[in-house]
């Protein structure tokens, strides 16, 4: 395989994955499997029913703050678009406008932003937070 074509699977994997346990996940799902239907027809379920168990673990990971999984869905997901890459050079192009696709989708992605403002007076307390929080007083 060569540098260029391992760059757009690596590129295409590292975005997909970026994107799965966001709000335009469902957008993105959509992009791969229609590659798949049209070079190996038999395999494109199997590879939806992947994306949806890969977002699962990608939720999972993100929050418990595992980057170590999501490093294992990405290389997994690059290893199975440059193998698709292999089996037909020709989706190369189909490839790219569904990388590009998912790159405009991850450009509207916002991270969750919070603004807090608290008061207390005499002996009141506050207690604040963007995420789980534990109170052991």
Known sequence: MTAELETIAASAATTLVGLMATDVWKQ???L???LWRRVRPGAAAEVEAELDS???MVALARRGNNAAVEK???DDWTARIADLLLTDPRVRHELERALHQMESLAAGVTANNYHFSAQA???GKTYQSGG???INE
Request: charged residues 30%; without cysteine; hydrophobic residues 35%.
């Open 28 to 30: 993105a799902r959509s």
């Open 132 to 134: 789980d929080m534990v």
């Open 72 to 74: 294992t869905i990405r």
């Open 121 to 123: 007076s005499g002996r």
């Open 54 to 56: 890969a977002e699962q």
């Open 32 to 34: 791969l499997p229609g």
